[in-house]
């Protein structure tokens, strides 16, 4: 029989998920998943060295000599030639050359490995497309909010990745309700600077600051940070605070999403992340705005999917995007 095997790993801010998959007679099998922190080692050579010490470790857990692949998602502008990180804001990286670190951290271990590295909602998407939610799917636009705002596209089973490999920058789509504020990509106005999960608590710490709300409104423990949980609570008891600042940051990711439809007409809409998935209040807000603002003849069949690989969903796409068919 045979077998070939893959390596995904999907890097964070604060941890880096892997995934080791297993391709036997056309079908996929999950061998193992692990979660290793990276707080505190977040420089591209630090990143590039626990892959290689997870590489390691997986090879000798399973006795296996070689890999047919290793996908690296991370979220940021990966360039054309998927070699350099033009914009990674989580980890602070501009303009890096990622592979060349993996390569020298591999080459006592692996030195012939494919290696591909991805954006990390390219990735998402591929492996809800695959393995999850989407898989009986033809098309599908996948949307998470989580520290920032990102999406990933397929159409005709295959991933868009635009003329220069950076398609899917949704959240650096600009808004009138982000004009001042800053973006860590660089640029003013965009909706991640708004409503992404970094921007929510920056702007929950701002109103504190100012005394438009207080920690004692929204029922915050006295050592607890201002987060998207923190509005999500007081907007079930009805914190006038908390009401507006939903009714504004569901309108704005929901505009935005309802124009990526009327142009794109996908046949799945996937939304996720861990502000949408961890706020079930506002995701649902999110909805209404998008079934009152897309065009009706995009919303008319267009299927709304729930993530079902979660964490999973990044580590089994970026494998599964080293396959060369």
Same mark, same amino acid.
């Given at each position: ?6 390596? =995904? ?19 996929? +099998? ?19 060295? !626990? ?17 047919? @692949? ?6 940021? /502008?990966?360039?054309? *030639? ?10 602070? #990286? ?31 998407? #591929? @492996? ?19 520290? =920032? ?6 159409? *005709?089973?295959?991933?868009?990745? @635009?003329?220069?490999?950076?398609? @899917?920058?949704?959240?650096?789509? +600009?808004? !009138? ?18 409503? =992404? ?7 929950? /710490? ?16 006295? *050592? ?8 999500? &609570? ?8 908390? !009401?507006?600042? #939903? ?20 046949? =799945? ?26 065009? &009706?003849?995009? !919303? ?23 396959? +060369?068919?």
């Amino acid at each position: 029989m045979s077998q070939t095997h893959f390596l =995904g790993f999907d890097i964070g801010g604060t941890n880096a998920r892997s995934a080791l998959i297993e391709l036997q007679n056309g079908q996929f +099998k999950i061998l193992s998943s692990k979660k290793t922190s990276t707080r505190g080692q977040q420089t591209p050579k630090d990143i590039a060295s !626990v892959i290689a010490s997870v590489t390691a470790q997986m090879l000798a857990d399973y006795k296996l000599q070689s890999l047919d @692949g290793i996908g690296i998602a991370i979220a940021g /502008q990966i360039d054309i *030639d998927e070699h350099t990180i033009i914009n990674a804001p989580n980890l602070n #990286w501009h303009h890096v050359n990622f592979f060349d670190h993996i390569k020298e951290a591999l080459s006592g271990i692996l030195p012939d490995v494919d290696i591909r590295i991805a954006n990390d909602l390219n990735a998402i998407a #591929w @492996g809800e497309y695959h393995f999850g939610a989407a898989h009986s799917l033809n098309s599908l636009l996948a949307v998470y909010v989580g520290t =920032g705002i990102g999406a990933g596209l397929i159409i *005709d089973g295959k991933l868009m990745l @635009g003329a220069d490999n950076v398609s @899917g920058e949704i959240g650096h789509c +600009k808004s !009138v309700r982000a004009q001042n504020m800053m973006c860590g990509c660089g640029q003013v106005g965009c909706v991640e600077a708004y409503a =992404g999960g970094k921007a929510i608590e920056y702007r929950i /710490q701002h109103d504190i600051q100012i005394g438009a709300t207080s920690r004692q409104e929204l029922d915050m423990a006295e *050592d607890e940070a201002p987060t998207a949980r923190c509005i999500e &609570r007081a907007y079930k008891t009805g914190v006038p605070y908390a !009401v507006e600042f #939903w009714k504004q940051t569901s309108a704005a990711i929901g505009e935005l999403i309802a124009n990526a439809i009327a142009i794109l007409n996908p046949q =799945g809409l996937l939304l996720g992340g861990g502000v949408l998935e961890g706020c079930p209040e506002l995701l649902t807000l999110v909805v209404e705005h998008i079934m009152e603002m897309a065009p &009706r003849a995009s !919303v008319a069949k267009l299927q709304f999917i729930k993530p079902t690989l979660h964490d999973d969903a990044g580590t089994l796409g970026a494998a599964l995007l080293t396959l +060369k068919a």
